[in-house]
Nanobody, 125 residues
Framework: QVQLVESGGGLVQAGGSLRLSCLASEPTFSYYGMGWFRQAPGKEREIVAAMGWSGNTYYADFVKGRFTISRDNAKNTVSLQMNSLKPEDTAVYYC???????????????????WGQGTQVTVSS
């Protein structure tokens, strides 16, 4: 059982930055694909960014050039640096782990086995 704990959410003004972090409980973290998803009120959950175990990355079009996903395998941590935030980025952000060691960056929610509890990001205009 993999436990994922997100941190770093909060309230920020439009144009500001936040950095989300996700700590995984398992030492085999380096074998996992990791992803960040978000869900806004009344909307479906959507992929934001993902990084495969080999380092491949995927970004949703709406965050390209603004968000960066990174991982530190020594610390069992994946992070999401969010710059130039917009009010439409307001959502609960979830970290997820794909333990199947797929090639590439998993971008579909059904590819993920474990999910964090989520952290709220609110961007004011």
């Amino acid at each position: 059982q993999v436990q994922l704990v997100e941190s770093g959410g909060g309230l920020v003004q439009a144009g500001g930055s936040l950095r989300l972090s996700c700590l995984a409980s398992e030492p085999t973290f380096s074998y996992y694909g990791m992803g960040w998803f978000r869900q806004a009120p009344g909307k479906e959950r959507e992929i934001v960014a993902a990084m495969g175990w080999s380092g491949n990355t995927y970004y949703a079009d709406f965050v390209k050039g603004r968000f960066t996903i990174s991982r530190d395998n020594a610390k069992n941590t994946v992070s999401l640096q969010m710059n130039s935030l917009k009010p439409e980025d307001t959502a609960v952000y979830y970290c997820a782990a794909d333990t199947q060691r797929r090639w590439g960056a998993p971008r579909r929610d059904y590819e993920y086995d474990y999910w964090g509890q989520g952290t709220q990001v609110t961007v004011s205009s």
